[in-house]
């Protein structure tokens, strides 16, 4: 996957750079030189994405959360079949989360214009790759707090490519002033709720499961007596449904 996704992501990254897209960062590729019976029979990685932390130690911070955010209309077998008394905690903490229902990311209308428009297109670009099962991982610390800079991600990344992505988000747009309109490098920093409570940090992640690739085809074969899954749909439905859970899970502040 590594081989075919990463040559494309670099040329992503370059044509939208921090400034533009959502997609985390991978800095680094690390390779295993001992081979497992999982790598002979191609079922287990051999090769490790090194990727920016946005989150840091999360934990250390009073009332900070974050949550991992798919898709829910899809089967998840290890949610929807086990009941939760007899799963464990490590099983748990590896399924999608979601919000509840009072709670709401709470942004401007530009703010969430903003975020629309890149989630738009990063998604866009992982759809045509024939990616599916990523997720939007979503950081929240009260504004009271000063949440370190996330693990990786330069100061360079901004000073090197914000006139640029800024002028290519004017052209698209329109308009002139942009002095408001928060980028991608903003999103994944931090941007401060639409009520002054929280702020908020967005980045796509686990974007390397490609649905024609050895296991995600063994998986559909043997899921077609099971319903759709988010590792065996179809790229543009997963899209589809990801952009709609966006919308579900935002509340704009009208006038702002």
Do not use: C
Request: proline share 6%; no cysteine; charged share 25%.
């Amino acid at each position: 996957m590594h081989e075919e996704l990463l040559p494309a992501y670099l040329q992503y990254i370059e044509e939208n750079p921090g400034a533009d897209t959502l997609l985390t960062r991978i800095t680094d590729v690390l390779w295993s030189a001992d081979l497992t019976l999982g790598q002979a029979l191609n079922v287990s990685p051999r090769h490790y994405m090194v990727m920016v932390d946005m989150l840091g130690d999360i934990k250390a911070i009073e009332d900070a959360k974050k949550w991992d955010l798919k898709p829910t209309g899809f089967f998840e077998p290890t949610r929807d079949l086990i009941p939760d008394v007899v799963k464990s905690e490590a099983t748990k903490s590896g399924l999608a989360d979601a919000l509840d229902a009072n709670i709401r990311v709470k942004l401007t209308k530009i703010q969430f214009e903003s975020l629309k428009r890149i989630i738009e297109r990063d998604t866009s670009f992982l759809e045509r790759k024939e990616v599916v099962d990523y997720s939007l991982l979503l950081g929240r610390f009260p504004a009271s707090s000063s949440p370190p800079p996330p693990i990786g991600l330069g100061l360079a990344t901004v000073s090197d490519h914000v006139s640029h992505g800024l002028s290519r988000i004017k052209h698209i747009l329109h308009v002139a002033d942009l002095e408001s309109l928060p980028t991608g490098d903003d999103l994944t920093r931090g941007v401060l709720s639409s009520d002054g409570k929280w702020i908020y940090r967005f980045s796509i992640v686990d974007f390397l499961w490609n649905v024609n690739k050895l296991v995600p085809t063994v998986m559909r074969t043997a899921g077609k007596v099971l319903p759709d899954q988010t590792i065996t749909t179809e790229p543009a439905r997963y899209r589809k449904a990801f952009l709609e859970m966006i919308e579900e899970y935002v509340d704009v502040e009208e006038g702002h």
